[in-house]
């Protein structure tokens, strides 16, 4: 679904929103192309960002694979750790193995914590053959701190990949970083396809026989309104999270532009309301930007990395 998008059309629209809107604690609207925020309000406020955090598992997991080899078609085993950390909407068991991409649907698309674990576990290992288990675990979250020193998110701290509270530490992020880390993934050619689908079969093996599994996506806005992604997260502290990318059309000045918005709520009371409401605002903003010449000052955009 594509939206033709005049500043005009939306005044009133925008109106009524920002009455309606008193969102999420923290939220943002930035335009992926250019990183330019377009709406926010506490976007550099700390926060746990819960199930979020996959979005960069899954990026450590993309990234090493491009830079070191592998493919998505490589199985992975399923240890008791990786089953201990919370959903395991697959069903594993200890032993079971999973093919890498059925783990980066399952992480994106149903949240499971079990893949994402198991991932890192896995990857750890690659990243330092000497460690394993848990240890490994810690490896691959060192890599994805990396990741986020990378981007330049400078309030982010994660604890764990799949984003579950911690015992005593707590990983940490705001919506700023974490619009920079969805812009980031976004730019990677294979990342969309692993969150933009409601529902997905996917296979696990058990001794050496496959088994069908169907997923269904937590992100209930997927296909209205332009959503296609990305991401859902809830715990105790965060509240309910949820990063949605929308793609349409802009149009200003007799031109037609496609462009992607990417909205993030942190601690809504319902995120999903939430994220329409923000994307109307900013599909308006953006028009209006555009017509204004769509300059972005240093400090109004987020696509900053470290060198």
């Not at 793609?247 to 992607?260: A, F, L, Q, Y």
Request: charged share 25%; hydrophobic share 45%; net charge negative.
């Amino acid at each position: 679904m594509k939206l033709v998008l005049m500043a005009a059309a939306f005044l009133g629209l925008v109106m009524a929103d920002s009455v309606e809107l008193s969102a999420a604690e923290s939220h943002l609207v930035v335009d992926h192309e250019s990183g330019h925020i377009l709406v926010a309000k506490g976007e550099d406020t700390p926060r746990q960002v819960a199930s979020l955090t996959k979005i960069a598992t899954v990026m450590v997991v993309l990234e090493w694979i491009a830079e070191n080899g592998g493919n998505v078609t490589d199985q992975i085993p399923v240890t008791k750790d990786a089953i201990s950390g919370g959903a395991n909407p697959l069903a594993v068991k200890e032993g079971d193995k999973l093919p890498l991409e059925t783990a980066l649907f399952a992480a994106m698309m149903a949240s499971d914590n079990t893949s994402a674990s198991a991932m890192a576990e896995a990857f750890g290992k690659k990243m330092n053959p000497a460690v394993s288990g848990l240890k490994a675990v810690a490896v691959f979250v060192e890599r994805m701190n990396l990741l986020a020193k990378d981007l330049a998110m400078e309030r982010t701290r994660f604890i764990n990949p799949h984003g579950l509270d911690g015992e005593e530490a707590q990983g940490v992020s705001t919506a700023s970083d974490m619009a920079r880390l969805a812009i980031h993934a976004y730019d990677h050619p294979e990342f969309g396809r692993f969150c933009r689908e409601k529902e997905k079969t996917v296979t696990v093996f058990r001794n050496g026989a496959a088994m069908e599994v169907r997923l269904i996506n937590t992100n209930e806005l997927l296909g209205s309104r332009g959503i296609d992604g990305t991401k859902t997260g809830t715990t105790r502290r965060s509240g309910e999270c949820l990063i949605a990318s929308a793609t349409g059309e802009s149009g200003v000045g007799g031109s037609i532009g496609n462009r992607r918005l990417i909205s993030v709520v942190l601690k809504s009371g319902d995120r999903f309301r939430d994220a329409v409401l923000l994307l109307n605002q900013g599909w308006a903003a953006c028009a209006s930007w555009l017509a204004e010449g769509g300059v972005s000052e240093t400090n109004d955009h987020l696509r900053k990395r470290v060198n």
